[in-house]
Each structure stands twice: as structure tokens, then as C-alpha cells.
């Protein structure tokens, strides 16, 4: 049996972001406050700047939060009542809960080997009433969007991106939230890119559907403050903009500690037959993956988590320990027997930028000293 000296690491570390650049926030807290800006103020409009040209799409505006931006995106892409969106029962509810709450119906489909939606399932979904497909760009991952687009050519369908959890993340160079016809974002605090409340944003390069987003976003009035639709309130809060213009400095280095972290686990762990990891971060030149979460498939999952947790070191089972579909009390009943089997197995390591390599270090004795009782 392997001994590992004891530590604690936690899953994630709520105050460390702050208080790593705490006398610059409660500058940025001060400077906006003085100038009683807290509502659609210029820093809103220079972090939604600075986000469209982080991701080379043409428009991006901050809203309350990254579920309500799937939801207006969904509005504004013209989806409604009667029609179907396809989507991977591997995501948070919100995903189909904002496709529900335009009236559609959220068909829910498998997952590959990859953890992502599988475009065979999707077009085995299809049906005359499907309007789009809604990847879910998962932790950290862009899809295969060359496969996804090519079932949705071949159908006449919308793209709308769940990229809650994959801020910079690329496939074949383009970033995630800018393959389909809209996409949203999340600044949850423990997202990659986090602010100290909710927040969201959502990107668009089409022009009509940027008009419509800005009214539904704003109790439907357009930029010249002129009520044209009906819309509603969800604005990111200026401040919050302002502390992820300050975040948004140093985010290069933010994904490439996720991936170094990434490839610790890769050589720590990447031997064990008990563990199916998640890609390497060099494995596959079409993807640059920014791991927002770092979830790996286990045996004995169950009895590894509590080890885990008797040695000090926090893991999650993504989403509540289940996938979508499997909430019977909001009304699926589809059976999805491949994502079923990975909700047995997954399990999330520790992935952020709080994290030493001496704790990724004690993660991995930990797990391998499991194994090798």
C-alpha cells in the first residue's frame, strides 16, 4: 500500500479568488462605485468589447446570468412553442430547462466517448418538429462542430451553443459559443472566467438575432432606449463587468495552469487501468481543451470518492449524480443507456487555478494509493 502525507484540498476554493487580487478589486469596487456606475455603464460595454475580440465574434452582450442567456438565445433565434431542440442529456438542466421555458420541448440524446454529444444520436432524434441542436461545450471542451454542422446542414437546422463551461476552449482554432447562430456563456464564480455573483454573456454574429437579444435583455428596448418588443430584465450587473474586465487580464494564464494541471493528471494517473481519464490536453490537434472541470470515468467510483474524502480531498459527481434525462419529476422518459453507464463511473479531481502542484501532486498519490491497496 502507498502512504500519502495528509493534506486538505478542497474542490474548489471560493475565497482564494478573491482574495488573490483582493486590494485590486476593492479598487475596481471603489472606482465604480464613486461614479455611482451600476447599471449598463461603459464598463459593460468595454468588457463586452474586450469579449468579442477574445473570441473573435462579432457581438457579445453580459446578461444576468448563462441560463438566462440560453433562454433569449433560444427567443431570439425564433424557437417556440411546437418545435424540438436536440441537446446531450450530459449538461446541467439549464440547458434544457431554457429551451423549455420558450415553450419548445428539449429532446435529450447520448454522449460519446468524449463526454460529448454524439452527432449519430442526434440525427437518429431528429423528427419534423426539431428546429436546432444545442451542444453542450462541457467542461472545457469544444464538440466535434465539423460533424454537428454537417447533420445540421443536412436537416435545415439551427446551432445555439451551451458554452457555459468553455470560455476560450477551440476546435480547429474557433472558439467555442461561435460555430452556431448564437451561444451563451456563464460567470458563475466557479467557472473559468468567474465573477463574485451570477452573470452571462451572450455572442452572436448575426445581425437580427444581436437586435433581438439586446431588446430581450432590456425589457425590450433598443439601443436608443426606444421600447419595441416585449423583453425583460437580465443585464449583467456593471460591477461584476468590471471585475471580469480585470479577470479577463490575465486569462491566458488562467487556461494555461488548467492545463498544466491537466497534464499532471495525464502523467500521474494516466496508467492506472481503473480510470478512463479525459482527453490530454495535446491529444488531438483539432481541440484545445481549457478544463473547466477535470472529469474522469472510475471504478468503484463510489468507494474512491469516500477515500477521497477521508483523506481531505473534494471531488463531485457533475449535476446532482445524474444526467437530464434521468429526473423523472420534469417529465423525460427517454432511456440513454450509454450516458446512464458514465453517470455510474464519473467523477470530478480538483481543477482550478488555486490548486499547487504540490496539492495536484497529493490528489494523485491519494487516488493511486486507492488502487493499490
Same mark, same amino acid.
Given at each position: 500500500m502507498s502512504s500519502v502525507s495528509a493534506r486538505s484540498v478542497p474542490f474548489f476554493n471560493y475565497p482564494f479568488h478573491f482574495i488573490r487580487d483582493e486590494k485590486a478589486y476593492i479598487e475596481t469596487f471603489r472606482n465604480v462605485g464613486r461614479r455611482g456606475a451600476f447599471i449598463l455603464q461603459?464598463?459593460?460595454?468595454?468588457?463586452?468589447h474586450a469579449l468579442a475580440?477574445?473570441?473573435?465574434?462579432?457581438? *457579445?452582450? +453580459?446578461?444576468?446570468?448563462?441560463?438566462?442567456?440560453?433562454?433569449? *438565445?433560444?427567443?431570439?433565434? /425564433?424557437? +417556440?412553442? +411546437?418545435?424540438?431542440?436536440?441537446?446531450?442529456?450530459?449538461?446541467?438542466v439549464a440547458t434544457a430547462a431554457s429551451i423549455h421555458f420558450v415553450g419548445a420541448t428539449p429532446v435529450p440524446v447520448e454522449l460519446q *466517448?468524449?463526454?460529448?454529444?454524439?452527432?449519430?444520436?442526434?440525427? *437518429?432524434?431528429i423528427t419534423p418538429r426539431t428546429k436546432a441542436i444545442m451542444p453542450t461545450q462541457v467542461n472545457?471542451?469544444?464538440?466535434?462542430?465539423?460533424?454537428?454542422?454537417?447533420?445540421?446542414d443536412r436537416h435545415g437546422l439551427l446551432i445555439i451553443e451551451d458554452a457555459a463551461q468553455a470560455l476560450g476552449s477551440r476546435f480547429n482554432g474557433q472558439c467555442a459559443g461561435t460555430f452556431g447562430i448564437a451561444a451563451a456563456t456563464s460567470f458563475y464564480p466557479a467557472k473559468l472566467l468567474g465573477c463574485f455573483g451570477d452573470g452571462g454573456a451572450v455572442f452572436t454574429n448575426d445581425d437580427a438575432v444581436y437586435e433581438r437579444l439586446y431588446q430581450l435583455r432590456d425589457h425590450g428596448r433598443d439601443r436608443? +432606449?426606444?421600447?419595441?418588443?416585449? /423583453?425583460?430584465n437580465?443585464?449583467?450587473?456593471?460591477?461584476?463587468?468590471?471585475?471580469?474586465?480585470?479577470?479577463?487580464?490575465?486569462?491566458?494564464?488562467?487556461?494555461?495552469?488548467?492545463?498544466?494541471?491537466?497534464?499532471?493528471?495525464? !502523467?500521474?494517473? /494516466?496508467?492506472?487501468?481503473? &480510470?478512463? &481519464?479525459p482527453p490530454a490536453p495535446e491529444a488531438d490537434d483539432r481541440h484545445? !481543451?481549457?478544463?473547466?472541470?477535470?472529469?474522469?470515468?472510475?471504478?468503484?467510483?463510489?468507494? &474512491?470518492?469516500?477515500?477521497?474524502?477521508?483523506?481531505?480531498?473534494?471531488?463531485l459527481v457533475q449535476f446532482g449524480g445524474k444526467a437530464v434525462?434521468?429526473?423523472?419529476?420534469?417529465?423525460?422518459?427517454?432511456? &440513454?443507456?450509454?450516458?446512464?453507464?458514465?453517470?455510474e463511473r464519473c467523477l470530478m479531481l480538483p481543477m482550478n487555478t488555486s490548486l499547487t502542484d504540490n496539492e495536484v501532486d497529493y490528489v494523485c498519490e491519494t487516488v493511486r494509493s486507492f488502487y493499490e491497496r
Open positions: 461603459k464598463d459593460l460595454e468595454e468588457f463586452e475580440e477574445f473570441l473573435h465574434v462579432k457581438y *457579445a452582450l +453580459g446578461v444576468a446570468n448563462g441560463t438566462d442567456g440560453l433562454m433569449l *438565445a433560444v427567443r431570439a433565434a /425564433g424557437i +417556440g412553442t +411546437g418545435d424540438e431542440v436536440i441537446f446531450c442529456s450530459h449538461t446541467y *466517448a468524449d463526454h460529448m454529444i454524439d452527432p449519430e444520436s442526434v440525427e *437518429a432524434a472545457g471542451r469544444t464538440c466535434d462542430m465539423d460533424a454537428l454542422q454537417a447533420v445540421a436608443e +432606449g426606444q421600447l419595441r418588443s416585449w /423583453g425583460i437580465s443585464r449583467l450587473d456593471n460591477l461584476q463587468a468590471a471585475f471580469l474586465s480585470r479577470k479577463m487580464e490575465s486569462y491566458d494564464q488562467e487556461m494555461a495552469r488548467r492545463r498544466q494541471i491537466a497534464e499532471i493528471y495525464q !502523467d500521474r494517473l /494516466g496508467n492506472l487501468p481503473q &480510470l478512463q &481519464l484545445f !481543451d481549457v478544463y473547466q472541470n477535470y472529469e474522469l470515468q472510475a471504478d468503484q467510483r463510489d468507494e &474512491l470518492q469516500s477515500y477521497l474524502k477521508q483523506h481531505d480531498v473534494g471531488t434525462h434521468q429526473y423523472e419529476p420534469i417529465g423525460f422518459s427517454q432511456k &440513454l443507456p450509454r450516458t446512464e453507464a458514465f453517470y
